[in-house]
């Protein structure tokens, strides 16, 4: 009897937890666009970037909180909410996050988000994969819950890291053309490492010399290659020649061998 007590009692709270899981509402993926994102911006120049979230209440709650975060300095978020092409309300936020309230009774079929700010500097060099900051990366928050609705990660450089960049780039073109040589993967790893390490607009002059010098060991390497190319070639034409011209030696020889017996 106890057993089939605790049985049914599991059974009671099971059956529960499914109800209570089916009426609970589901989190609906917001869509999102973009105008204006950089595939990438110099460290200290002015970037803008305007974001769109679209029908922001459809299967989702009648209240939540759109959060902007930014790695920008020098922020101002401009947060405009319309409905059927009208302005409703708009907001602006100067700090590198913003909290912005949306309710459904206010009405609002699209969230417009502009952002204005200044590219921040690089902590790390790295040069596989490329250097990202955070441009913009906008969530949905209802409590203790964070959605994220899209993210927009932009590379960022400075003059010379991206002189170094574009040394390296090529020297591996090179490389790659040439089929390979190890001296010259040699010096474009050390190129990498000088990249990578650099701190001074001197380390990164440092990166390039180096790439080049690999760029220019590859080319040579091509160089000898195709020279040994057209060496092998040409002394392929001449046993050519020289077996075409022992061949008709040997057919004019045995012509004046059969005049002789005739």
Request: overall charge negative; charged content about 20%; aromatic content about 8%.
């Amino acid at each position: 009897m106890t057993m089939s007590w605790i049985r049914c009692s599991r059974l009671a709270a099971l059956a529960v937890l499914i109800v209570s899981l089916a009426a609970a509402p589901t989190a609906v993926a917001l869509s999102s666009s973009a105008e204006g994102v950089p595939s990438e911006s110099q460290v200290g120049t002015e970037v803008s970037a305007t974001f769109v979230v679209a029908d922001p209440f459809t299967e989702a709650p009648d209240e939540w909180t759109l959060r902007g975060e930014t790695e920008l300095g020098n922020v101002s978020w401009t947060v405009t909410v319309i409905d059927q092409g009208d302005q409703i309300s708009q907001e602006t936020y100067g700090n590198q996050s913003f909290n912005h309230s949306l309710t459904n009774s206010e009405g609002g079929d699209e969230v417009r988000v502009e952002l204005v700010g200044t590219v921040p500097a690089i902590e790390n060099y790295t040069y596989d994969p490329r250097e990202t900051y955070r441009l913009a990366s906008l969530s949905r928050v209802q409590g203790s819950n964070v959605q994220e609705i899209d993210a927009w990660t932009p590379h960022h450089y400075t003059e010379k890291s991206k002189e170094a960049r574009e040394a390296i780039d090529a020297a591996s073109a090179a490389i790659d053309e040439a089929g390979g040589n190890q001296e010259a993967e040699e010096q474009l790893q050390r190129a990498i490492r000088a990249y990578e390490s650099a701190n001074s607009e001197a380390d990164f002059e440092n990166a390039i010399d180096l790439a080049n010098d690999a760029e220019q060991k590859a080319e040579q390497a091509q160089q000898s290659r195709q020279t040994m190319q057209l060496a092998l070639y040409a002394v392929g034409g001449l046993v050519v020649l020289l077996l075409i011209g022992g061949g008709i030696y040997y057919w004019r020889s045995q012509q004046d061998t059969y005049d002789k017996l005739g």
